[in-house]
């Protein structure tokens, strides 16, 4: 297939969707639902489920290019083997000549038991909250972070300034927080990066927000920044690293997840945003 045509069954029918029937726009909504595991049963049972005629389902599988269901399923399963690859095997691949010891080998281990322990420990439902609280424009957004996570509630603030309006970051300094607090009500939304060894002026200020009105969202590690006694929200990750120093690359993977969460939620608003930057950012592109 050329490159520049989709490349997977999903992106295919995504591509095609404006051409199919009634009952090829069923069994892609049944696909969908559990992709691509439900097209991975019978013809009959794929077609049952889908409440559709099997000869439906050849006349799908033909206009997607496949010469039948069953080249159809083997591509899906094709897709099944690359989602299923665990990490340990796309490891190998690339240290392969590392010994086992080696300082690649250790951290790319504790990375992904990191990032497998925190989805364990995270509930979903919780990051969905606050999702919904960083996307709601009637509240302001603070970002604050400790001595190193202040890089990470930076670049959390540069990208979510993109997406909405009243975004702000905390100076690193503490002597300026002051000057934040002074405005919160019940209309803000602070957002705190804590992480062990945790700073006792971070959670004096969380608790001076909060006495404002302000609502709390901490993002923490498995120990819990006693932070989360004040905040609405916690999401603690695992951060152990075979250093010194903590790893933050979880904090940061949920930053990235926060900012993708946010766009996908108020895309019409924030792709005017971002083309108002735009305009804003290139003189060439502003009006005479």
Same mark, same amino acid.
């Given at each position: ?11 295919? *029918? ?20 559990? @992709? ?11 077609? %049952? ?9 050849? %006349? ?8 039948? !269901? ?10 099944? =083997? ?21 300082? $690649? ?9 990191? *990032? ?14 606050? +999702? ?14 400790? %001595? ?26 503490? =002597?300026?927080?002051?000057?934040? $607090? ?10 705190? !990066?804590?992480?062990?060894? @945790? ?17 709390? +969202? ?33 904090? $940061? ?12 939620? =108020? ?22």
């Amino acid at each position: 297939m050329p490159p520049h045509q989709p490349t997977t069954i999903a992106e295919r *029918l995504r591509a095609q969707s404006g051409e199919l029937t009634a009952a090829e726009r069923k069994l892609m909504a049944t696909l969908f639902a559990n @992709y691509p595991m439900a097209g991975l049963v019978s013809i009959t049972e794929f077609a %049952r489920e889908a409440e559709v005629s099997t000869p439906s389902v050849l %006349r799908l599988a033909k206009k997607l290019g496949f010469s039948g !269901f069953p080249s159809f399923q083997e591509e899906l399963r094709a897709e099944l =083997s690359a989602q299923l690859q665990n990490p340990i095997a796309k490891h190998d691949r690339w240290a392969a000549e590392a010994p086992e010891a080696h300082v $690649l080998n250790r951290f790319a281990r504790a990375a992904m038991e990191n *990032l497998s322990g925190s989805l364990k420990l995270m509930d979903h439902r919780s990051f969905d909250a606050v +999702v919904a609280l960083l996307v709601d424009r009637r509240k302001r957004i603070h970002i604050a972070g400790g %001595r190193i996570t202040h890089a990470i509630a930076t670049y959390l603030g540069t990208h979510l300034r993109m997406a909405r309006p009243q975004v702000s970051v905390l100076p690193a300094t503490p =002597s300026h927080w002051p000057q934040h $607090l002074l405005d919160m009500d019940r209309q803000d939304v602070l957002v705190i !990066f804590d992480i062990r060894r @945790y700073d006792a002026r971070m959670l004096d200020f969380a608790a001076s927000a909060k006495e404002r009105g302000a609502r709390i +969202v901490l993002i923490t590690d498995q120990w819990i920044s006693p932070i989360a006694r004040l905040a609405v929200q916690t999401l603690p990750l695992r951060i152990e690293a075979p250093s010194s120093w903590d790893s933050n690359i979880l904090p $940061l993977f949920v930053a990235e997840a926060l900012v993708g969460a946010v766009v996908d939620s =108020s895309w019409p608003e924030t792709q005017a945003r971002i083309r108002a930057l735009e305009t804003l950012s290139d003189p060439a592109r502003r009006p005479k």
